[in-house]
């Protein structure tokens, strides 16, 4: 069965550090993957999704980026991290486009 | 701008009731629906899926799908205390970019022993 990996579960941060979280999907070969983020009391904001090795598509500019450096690992990064940028994080996939999507456990990240 | 909207709540009903959670979306071009739970603090997870007009049935549970009026819902009956969370209504697009998954605000449901 397929099962997705996410971590840290929570992370706090001073403004400025960088950041890096990592998803790892297994059991299942060129998944579709996504990055969201879930502000308090918000829905879930689509950041980045991919459909494969180096394919990184933005859904919204900010200081955020990520990379797909092997078929199921998935990472989000930023070099300076803000305030805002607090929130839970998201990370899931899906087998083909248009299906349903499984997340991992989500990674809580406050920026103090 | 392609959206999805649900009504946030809370919405509060008694437990045995039937729960009412409604969704609409902004593109006629909708081709795929998604009904998640998420528990306070957890990730969503997944309770059913639509495609086509109509209703689908799973358990307590029955989404129905208007395309016609670009309306889903979640019917949820006998509620329980545990089926206490917010709602999540996801919509994908045709012809959207591949994995365009896009996720309404939810509502909060609040069952009441």
């Known amino acids: 069965s397929q099962t997705i990996h996410q971590w840290p579960a929570t992370l706090v941060q001073p403004v400025g550090s960088p950041l890096s979280l990592e998803c790892t999907v297994e059991?299942?070969?060129?998944?579709?993957l996504y990055w969201y983020r879930q502000a308090a009391g918000r829905g879930l904001q689509l950041l980045f999704y991919?459909?494969?090795?180096?394919?990184i598509s933005s859904e919204v500019p900010q200081n955020l980026s990520a990379s797909r450096p092997q078929d199921r690992q998935f990472i989000l990064s930023s070099k300076k991290l803000l305030l805002s940028d607090s929130g839970f994080y998201l990370c899931?996939?899906?087998?083909?486009?248009?299906?349903?999507?499984?997340f991992g456990q989500g990674t809580r990240l406050t920026v103090v | 701008q392609k959206e999805v909207e649900q009504n946030s709540g809370p919405l509060s009903v008694p437990e045995g009731a039937i729960a009412s959670l409604n969704c609409t979306y902004s593109?006629?071009?909708?081709?795929?629906f998604f009904w998640y739970r998420q528990y306070s603090g957890k990730s969503p997870e997944l309770i059913m899926f639509?495609?086509?007009?109509g209703d689908k049935e799973d358990g307590r549970f029955t989404a129905q799908l208007n395309k016609a009026s670009q309306y889903v819902s979640l019917l949820i009956r006998d509620s329980q205390p545990s089926d206490s969370a917010t709602y999540l209504c996801?919509?994908?697009?045709?012809?959207?970019?591949?994995?365009?998954?896009?996720f309404g605000k939810g509502t909060k449901l609040s069952v009441k022993p």
């Open positions: 899931a996939w899906n087998p083909t486009p248009n299906t349903e999507a499984f």
């Open positions: 059991g299942t070969s060129n998944p579709n």
């Open positions: 991919s459909v494969g090795i180096g394919q």
């Open positions: 593109d006629r071009g909708s081709q795929s």
């Open positions: 639509i495609y086509s007009n």
């Open positions: 996801a919509v994908t697009w045709y012809g959207g970019s591949q994995g365009n998954l896009i």
